[in-house]
């Protein structure tokens, strides 16, 4: 059996209910790691 996957559809929460020191720990952290693309999404979920 094959299932062909056209599309997919998902949800991010991304910290945007934590505290703003939490969230600045966070966004830090994955810069920190490497994970720059991620970090800039966290930011722009707090814009």
């Known amino acids: 059996m094959?299932?062909?996957?056209?599309?997919?559809?998902?949800k991010f929460k991304l910290s945007q209910n934590r505290e703003q020191g939490d969230f600045d720990s966070v966004a830090q952290g994955l810069t920190d790691s490497g994970q720059v693309g991620l970090a800039e999404a966290v930011a722009r979920t707090r814009e």
Do not use: R
Request: glycine share 12%; hydrophobic share 45%; aromatic share 0%.
């Open 2 to 10: 094959t299932v062909d996957v056209s599309e997919m559809i998902g």
